[in-house]
């Protein structure tokens, strides 16, 4: 015990060295024979691979292009295709692959394989110059498209493309309108957004059935729905607000778009210094003020994420919940059979909103075929998910609508939420709007924090709009975020 | 290194005896001797360890997105940067929040709980922890055995404003206003409610490194510090703390540590940051700048963390070695 503790309190650094001569040389000994060991490995090892160009020519040669072969794919090569695993889960593009190989009469040529970690696995392989020949880029762990916008191909000649199940028609003239929006850059076609979402209220039927309540179509019928909730013990709204508080940022929005009019949307997307100070925007903000105020939302929102608060939606705890219509799909596992979950047009702010039938719709789950070996094998797999059999097998599937029209009959295969949608989106196509600015720059994390103290009630609609106002101006200011504009 | 020259100066009665800095010839054993127990860690070290290290000091010099082979060079443009970005200092002032309360708390808890079930025990007869101490040493060490992930989702259920155990139990007790308290969602609670999760995962930990280093004290020591008529406390922080100092100090240089990384609890707990940013730590900050394509700032971020961190380190490591103790 004595020994053991004097040696210690000499330190050990002096120890060494005080042991003479000996041990430096065998240290130093060691030090050059340990360094030269790796230097050449430690060169072939680095992050970037030394070098090698992520994007270069593709290797599978092909054919000539035809109208039976629009991309002049080589027909025996294998096409590379990773797919998030999220809610849509994989099957529908395992199905997918079936159908490209039907067209080609082969088996395994599209080689499809999912994750849930998109981004940790494949930027690797982007670094690397050997990406995949289509990527599902979804998730949580998604790739920030900022970062590979330039190393995937353009995919304009896919809607020149024949559709497959229409006969005489391009894929162009067999998409939902707007569908190709949210993934064109610069006049580029760079995402082919596959689902069809619809934003929107939701409410479970069964409930308001039970309880006698009508779904409200005007702020003011809400707010009188939340005082007739509140007298029943039930919130009106829930939050979600650890991750989630931004869906009434999307909520507002969509109110103060339907009332104003798209026009509104310009000096949003713009990132324009008066974006907020809009008149919709303000009212928007006030209008889920003064149900904060009157405490229509569940109490404890702030501490909860997204699938907790869900949960309490579709307990009954809460009536009304924002959100896109992927929402039955998660939560179909706690769901009960008979809450008939309902989409429902966001209420109007005031008289005469400018948009009677408009509703926020948006494709979304991007697919990029990156500048990879088999680019032609890529757009020839994406013109097969969008021919008519794989759209509809899809949504059958997952009880979602892709981007394909007139592939969901009016039962929604039996789901009243894919239904209810698909009633929304036929009725108000003419007035369907969209916007990209907060997650195209990045700003999902804040928005998220700056509702969540909103909702609890920490702040005023006045201060709401200043510090989202705040997050424009920062990306305005930077000279290295690279900004689109909308006219 | 006041040794160093002592064995280097020539001894006074001229030829020296035996100099015992003599080589010994370097023979063929030796070589592959040399080569085998440490010329070939040593190159996996350099490989696996060092050569990343500087590899990501380089790649903080440039604007690299992630995805490209060629990033472009922009020297300290990127540290300019952190030194004007407000929720940096945020998340590094949480840290170092962290890096405090988290040792001092669950080193002191350890220390309390391991000196009760080893010294802590009736004050007569033998020196002996409290009777069943051998159970709670098992029990307590029970969550240090579930992976951070799974503590995590654990206790944000526990936390949950709805129908949470927490605010479930302050309800039962009549704390009837309390119960739909969101802990995570609170600004001024969000960081003491994860902190808490930490201490409770590492606690049991830490006793049983306590108590085994409690175990090398020689009895003789505590009785004769009875016999002296000292309390309980006084022979847990005068004997106790004083023989144990290195593993208190390693502790201590772990849990702070931890303090400046807490990634994963915080991802679970506080997945954007927390409210109003309350509990945005570091690597949290530098993740979601790899989830936008800025490589080479997180890596920056990074860069300075682990600074940091040595700086941390060296200065507990440093401050406990000067006041040893000898036995």
Redesign the interface.
Known sequence: ??DV??Q??E?SL?RI??????RR??LR???V???A??IG??LA?????G????SGAPTVAGAAKSATNPFGIDPKATVDVVIFKGGYSDQYAIDAGKTYDTTWTGSGLAKVTSTTKI?TEL?PR????NPPDVIDNSGA????????Q??VEPLDDLLEAPAIGFPGKKIKDILIPGATDPGTFDGKLLQLNYFYTVYSLWYGAKLFKDNGFTPPTTWDETMALGEAAKAKGISLFVFG???AASYYHEFALSMAVRQGGVDILKKLENLDSDGYTQEPVMTAFQSIEKAVKAGYF????????HT?AQT?FVQG?ALLYPSGSWLENEMKDITGPDFAMTSLQVPALAASPKLVKGFHGAAGEPFIVPKGKNPAGGKEFLRNMLSKEAASNTSKLVKAATIVTGTVPADGFGSTALASATKIQNDGLSEVYNWRYDSFY?MG?QV??IW??FL?G?MTSADLAKQLQGLSDKVKADP?VKKYTVS | MTSLTTSKSPTAGGTSSAPRGRRRPLSFERISFFAVFLGLPLALYIYLVVSPIIQAFYYSLTSWSGYDANPAFVGLANYQALIHDDLFWTALRNNAILAVVLPTITIVLALALATLVTVGGSARGQTRGISGGGFYRVVSFFPYAIPAIVTGILWQQVYSPQGGLLNGFLDAIGLHNLKNTPWLGDPNLALGAIIVVIVWSFVGFYMVLFVAAIKGIPAEIYEAARLDGSGRLRTAVQITVPLIRDNVSTAVVYMAILGLDAFTYMAILAPTGGPNNQALVVTQYLYSNFTQAKYGYAIAMGVVLALVTLLVSIGVLVSSRRQQVEL
Request: glycine share 24%; with cysteine.
């Open positions: 015990m004595t503790t004097e210690n309190s330190g002096s060295v005080s042991s003479g001569l000996p040389d065998f000994f060691t030090l024979a340990g360094l060991t790796p490995l430690g090892g680095c992050a970037t691979g070098g090698s160009t992520g981004n930027q982007f670094v690397g110059g762990d998604s790739i920030s498209f900022a970062g590979i330039g190393q607000g650890q991750n569940l109490p404890g929102g702030s501490g909860m994420i907790q309490q705890k990045g994390k998220v924090t969540n103290t609890s920490g290295s």
